[in-house]
Structures are given as C-alpha cells and as structure tokens.
Nanobody, 125 residues
Framework: QVQLVESGGGLVQAGGSLRLSCAASGRTYSVYAMGWFRQAPGKEREFVAHITWVGGSTYYADSVKGRFTISRDNAKNTGYLQMSSLQPEDTAIYYC??????????????????RGQGTQVTVSS
C-alpha cells in the first residue's frame, strides 16, 4: 500500500502562486507515476498533470500548460505541483494520485491505484 498526503493549499489572489506537495509513504518503490487531479464544486473531476517517478517525464492538461509545473523529489518520496498565474477558475480541491502501472492513459483516474484526501485551493478575483 501507498499512502498519499497533500498539503500546501490555501487562499490566493488571482495572479498569485501556490505550491502543492504530495508526500508518499509505504511501498513507494511500487510507484510508476504520480498525477494531480482537481474537482470544483458542481463539476467533474479534471486531470491536471502527470509525472513518471523514474525519468520525470511530464504531461499536462491544456488548461494548465505553461502555468503549472509538476515535479518530484525521489529522495523525499514527494511530488509537487507549482501553480502560477492562478485564476478563479482554478479554484478546486486538488488531489494527488499514484499509479503502479502504465497501461492506461495518465488522464484516466482509474489508472491510479492510490489517492490522497485532497487540499483546497481557492483563488479570489
């Protein structure tokens, strides 16, 4: 099992930045990649970004490309999501998720084996 704990959410003004962290514990050696998703009130869950644990290959949703940066620190078993130029439409609960395999696409939440509890990000206009 792998446990994931997000942190770093909060309230920020439009145009501001936040960095989310996702600390992994347990059988982290089994993790192939980590992803971030978000869900705004009344909306469907949305893929945000993905990074492979070995190699650090990244992939982003078009809506955040150029504004968000996903990274990881293997030594700390922690993934990060640096968010810049935040807009009110970025307001959501952000979840990190970890996957052991690579068969399904990174945007498919069912590809992930483990998920965190989420952290709230609120962007005021």
């Amino acid at each position: 099992q792998v446990q994931l704990v997000e942190s770093g959410g909060g309230l920020v003004q439009a145009g501001g930045s936040l960095r989310l962290s996702c600390a992994a514990s347990g059988r982290t050696y089994s993790v192939y990649a980590m992803g971030w998703f978000r869900q705004a009130p009344g909306k469907e869950r949305e893929f945000v970004a993905h990074i492979t644990w070995v190699g650090g290959s990244t992939y982003y949703a078009d809506s955040v490309k150029g504004r968000f940066t996903i990274s990881r620190d293997n030594a700390k078993n922690t993934g990060y999501l640096q968010m810049s130029s935040l807009q009110p439409e970025d307001t959501a609960i952000y979840y990190c998720a970890a996957r052991k395999g690579s068969v399904l696409g990174p945007e498919d939440i069912s590809a992930y084996d483990y998920r965190g509890q989420g952290t709230q990000v609120t962007v005021s206009s």
